[in-house]
T-cell receptor, first 111, second 115 residues
Framework: RKEVEQDPGPFNVPEGATVAFNCTYS??????FFWYRQDCRKEPKLLMS???SGNEDGRFTAQLNRASQYISLLIRDSKLSDSATYLC????????????FGSGTRLSIRP | GAVVSQHPSRVICKSGTSVKIECRSL??????MFWYRQFPKQSLMLMAT?????????EQGVEKDKFLINHASLTLSTLTVTSAHPEDSSFYIC???????????FGSGTRLTVV
């Protein structure tokens, strides 16, 4: 089993739609969780951290479910500019010194 | 804050030569830096963890003699791809973690093409 697993997609949704991604992780000791966004041929950029109580940043909502070991990202009112690959990132040791990337979920927003 | 500069952004080299990639933290000190490699349409794969003043920790399957890592100061880590081959062509990205902070900042990446 991979340490961090994501549905690769692609998700192709119309502008304005709501879309959700899930990501599962295998190490129950993982402490820190993030969603990153990566545009084609660019470096990943932090979208948002994921907190135990869940958190929201504008149109983006992140949730953590420790019991089932997954995190989710919800995008509401999607924009064309949301088209990118979304990477689930989890730290895999208790010292939070090393992070592992999921394979990414490709999202494409159509007009 | 937390800016990481990576250089060069793109390099083409001949098979058998060596290439050095630099990763600098510009406005903070980074005791730990990470080196990733990404092949087309694949995710980032951690290659090694670079620790200032000590040897790097390599992930399973990554040849330490081929990918030389040096982290001689708190603001600079270098990755040298030795005796490069076409299969080493990839996108290499570094990241650094600010002390006492879980945030990770990435360099802009280096696209290496070995011909």
């Amino acid at each position: 089993r991979k340490e961090v697993e994501q549905d690769p997609g692609p998700f192709n949704v119309p502008e304005g739609a709501t879309v959700a991604f899930n990501c599962t992780y295998s190490n129950s000791a993982s402490q820190s969780f993030f969603w990153y966004r990566q545009d084609c041929r660019k470096e990943p950029k932090l979208l948002m951290s994921v907190y135990s109580s869940g958190n929201e940043d504008g149109r983006f909502t992140a949730q953590l479910n420790r019991a089932s070991q997954y995190i989710s990202l919800l995008i509401r009112d999607s924009k064309l500019s949301d088209s990118a690959t979304y990477l689930c990132v989890v730290n895999v040791d208790s010292s939070a010194s090393k992070i592992i990337f999921g394979s990414g979920t490709r999202l494409s927003i159509r007009p | 804050g937390a800016v990481v500069s990576q250089h060069p952004s793109r390099v083409i080299c001949k098979s058998g030569t060596s290439v050095k990639i630099e990763c600098r933290s510009l406005d903070f000190q980074a005791t730990t830096m990470f080196w990733y490699r990404q092949f087309p349409k694949q995710s980032l794969m951690l290659m090694a963890t670079s620790n200032e003043g000590s040897k790097a920790t390599y992930e399973q399957g990554v040849e330490k003699d081929k990918f030389l890592i040096n982290h001689a100061s708190l603001t600079l880590s270098t990755l040298t791809v030795t005796s490069a081959h076409p299969e080493d062509s990839s996108f290499y990205i570094c990241s650094a973690r600010r002390d006492n902070d879980y945030g990770y900042t990435f360099g802009s990446g280096t696209r290496l093409t070995v011909v």
